[in-house]
């Protein structure tokens, strides 16, 4: 009898184990790639990508917990652009962030496999980005419009990450 009590009990573990491990497993972290068309010292900018920052705690991104953010930084350059956009792409982010058209162009030509949220774009289907605003298509599955670059702007931008 106790022999079967044994066996009983060390099935049990086994089958309990993964599920013990499962729950004990990290969040998984992800990644969100940032664009920005100016330099690290525009206050615009600054203010902007400060408020997407502060719009992530609530919705429960913590920065390091689950959620890591690579930004860069290009200058209206368009090489430079380029040139940020595929080291962003290269890191294969979960999603890339953009403000604007100057920086949608340019990645649009280095990934068709990441998606991209774009913030401020007067005339996606116009130029070229989006099928149509309905159901935009590919690698751009949202977007949220305003008539500026705010930092309201990029707190609200911060609400298109839902938790999934």
């Not at 106790?2 to 309990?16: H, K, N, V, Y």
């Not at 993964?18 to 990290?26: F, N």
Request: charge should be positive; glycine fraction near 10%; include cysteine.
């Amino acid at each position: 009898m106790r022999r079967r009590s044994f066996i009983t009990l060390l099935g049990g573990a086994a089958a309990a184990w993964p599920l013990a491990a499962r729950a004990q497993q990290r969040e998984r972290m992800r990644r969100v790639g940032v664009l920005l068309p100016a330099t690290a010292d525009d206050a615009h900018y600054q203010a902007w990508f400060g408020a997407f920052l502060q719009g992530l705690e609530p919705l429960g991104w913590t920065i390091g917990r689950n959620v890591q953010i690579d930004t860069r930084w290009a200058t209206s350059n368009a090489d430079a652009v380029r040139r940020h956009a595929a080291e962003l792409v290269a890191l294969a982010p979960d999603v890339i962030l953009t403000p604007g058209a100057s920086t949608v162009g340019p990645l649009l030509q280095v990934t068709r496999t990441v998606p991209i949220v774009f913030v401020v774009v007067a005339d996606p289907v116009g130029a070229g980005f989006v099928q149509n605003l309905a159901r935009p298509g590919g690698m751009l599955p949202g977007s949220w419009h305003s008539n500026s670059a705010s930092a309201e702007s990029g707190s609200n931008c911060s609400s298109r990450l839902r938790r999934r």
